[in-house]
C-alpha cells in the first residue's frame, strides 16, 4: 500500500489500484480484467491517449474495449490543449471520486509515470511561464537543435544542467522558460513533499522480459501500421509542431513524410524508440518501492491485489 494512503483497516475508505508498465506489456486489457473484476471503471494515466486526434499511434483501446469498460481521460482533450500533469492530477481526483460515488474501487492505468506520480502523490506547483518566453524557447529549438538547448540551459540554469535530463527536450526547455520567466531553478520547485490521499492506493507493476516485450513492441508497430498509421498522421501534417505531436509513431512519420527518411527506416526507427521508450518507463517505474511486480496475467495480478484484502 502507497504510504501516502489511508490505513487498509479504515471502515469506509475506498481503494484504487494503479496499473503501471512499459508500453506494449499489456496494460489495457489487464485494466480491463481487473474493471470487469471489481465491476468499476477506469482512469487512464496516459499523456497522449487522452488527445482526440491522436488514435492508431498511440494504441489507444478499441470501440469494443471501451463499451466493456467506462474509461475517463480517453480523447478528453484536444491536441491543441495545454495538457500536462498537474491538469491531470486535477482531472484524475475528481473522477475517481466520481467513480467512488458507486464503487469502492476504481482502476488507474498507464505508462507515463509522471502522471502516475502526480495522481499517488501529488506534485509541486507549477510556477506561471510567460508565453513569450515560452514561444522564444520553442522557436530557438526548432531553429538551433538540442545542443543550443543545452547551452541556454548550462548558462541560465547550472544547477539543473548538472542534477537534471539534460537530454530531453522537454525537460530542458522547461527548465529554461521557469529560470526565464521567474528567476528561480526549477530544481527549487521541486520539494518532493507527498500529499496524502484519503483514499488506499495499491500499485501494480506488469513486466515481461526483455525479449518478449521487444517482440511485442514490434509486432505493435506493425500492426499499427497496417491500420493505416500513415493515413493518421498525414492527417495531423500542419500541426506537428505541436507538443501533443513530440511523441513516437508520429515524429518518425513527420521525417518520412517531410525529409529524407524511407518509410521502412521511419518504421524502424519507430521500433527503436518505442523499445528506448520502454526501457526509460522501466527505469522510473522501478525506483517506486510500493509497486508490486509481476506478469500480465489476471490471476497473478489478482493474488497481489488480494494480499491487501480488497473484496
Known sequence: MDKTSAPLGDR??????VIVGPTAVGKTSLAIEVAQHFHTEIISADSRQCFRELNIGVAKPSAEELNLVKHY?????????????????????????????????????GGTGLYVKAFCQGIDEVPVIDPAIRKNIIVGYEAEGLEW???????????????????????????????????????LFQTQQKKKRNFNIIRIGLQLPKEQLNENINKRVDAMIQRGL????????????????????????????????????????IKLNTRQYAKRQMTWFRKDTEIKWCEPEIALVLAQINQFNIT
Open 149 to 187: 538547448l543545452q547551452k541556454q540551459v548550462e548558462k541560465n540554469d547550472p544547477v539543473y544542467y548538472l542534477n537534471g535530463e539534460i537530454k530531453n527536450p522537454q525537460r530542458l526547455m522547461r527548465a529554461l522558460e521557469v529560470k526565464l520567466s521567474t528567476g528561480r531553478s526549477i530544481m
Open 230 to 269: 500513415l493515413d493518421e498522421v498525414k492527417l495531423l501534417l500542419p500541426y506537428q509542431k505541436l507538443n501533443a505531436l513530440q511523441t513516437v509513431g508520429y515524429r518518425e512519420l513527420f521525417g518520412y513524410l517531410e525529409g529524407p527518411l524511407s518509410l521502412d527506416d521511419a518504421i524502424g526507427m
Open 73 to 109: 481521460f480517453i480523447s478528453s482533450h484536444s491536441i491543441e490543449a495545454d495538457v500536462n500533469a498537474a491538469v491531470f492530477e486535477q482531472y484524475a481526483l475528481e473522477k475517481v471520486n466520481e467513480i467512488f460515488r458507486h464503487h469502492d474501487v476504481a482502476v488507474v492505468v
Open 12 to 17: 469506509g475508505i475506498k481503494t484504487c489500484i
